[in-house]
């Protein structure tokens, strides 16, 4: 599953394609719209801003930024929503196919088509990778009770608390009578 496709952000890239080394600014607002990752969906919260430029380097252009979006997301322990924020470096190459066939084969690209780029692409790519695998809404979120599903960041739950049998001190416990064990409170 992908979720919705991102929005197009169209660039008229027609005034730097003549010559070499020139660039235009990019500083834009998208929709990153819904991405899909693993079990975990990811809703826009505001658009994405994308800052950066877009150079003619003579055998195609390249596109460098940095996107920072604010996404709606589940924490992966509590189960509450709560909005990420995220930043990524942005690439994008875009070229012919004959100039293209030069390239190693693990670089990506785009067609340069008639001159207008869509950056949306490179800029979902971008995002993506910075999703986090397991989200959390906080790095000492408590998580849920695994046998009431009480959220325990609210506070403890009712639940007696866990005593496992045959623990690592089991067998020391074992070693005292009840009042040695008094006597060390
Ligand atoms: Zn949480
Ligand atoms: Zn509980």
């Keep these: 599953m ?5 929005e197009p952000l169209k660039v008229d890239i027609a005034d730097i ?3 070499r080394a020139t660039q235009i600014e990019v500083d834009a607002f998208v929709d990153p719209g819904v991405l899909v990752s693993g079990d975990t969906t ?3 919260a505001a658009p994405a801003h994308v ?3 877009i150079i003619n380097a003579g055998d195609g252009v390249i596109l460098t930024g940095t996107v920072t979006a604010r996404l709606i997301t589940d924490c992966s322990r509590c189960l509450e929503s709560f909005e990420l924020e995220l ?4 690439e994008g190459l875009y070229t012919t196919p004959d100039k293209a066939e030069e390239l190693p084969d693990e670089q990506e690209w785009e067609p340069i088509g008639d001159g207008i780029l869509d950056l949306s692409r490179a800029i979902e790519s971008a995002i993506r990778l910075e999703l986090p695998f397991a989200p959390l809404h906080a790095k000492e979120c408590a998580g849920i009770c695994t046998r009431c599903g009480a959220n325990l960041n609210e506070g403890t739950c009712a639940c007696p608390e866990e005593t496992p049998e045959g623990g690592p001190f089991a067998a020391l416990k074992g070693m005292f009578s009840e009042s040695d064990v008094e006597s060390h409170e």
């Design 2 to 6: 992908r979720g919705e496709p991102m």
């Design 51 to 53: 800052v950066g430029h």
């Design 17 to 19: 394609l003549g010559e």
């Design 87 to 90: 930043s990524s470096d942005v």
């Design 42 to 44: 990811f809703t826009s």
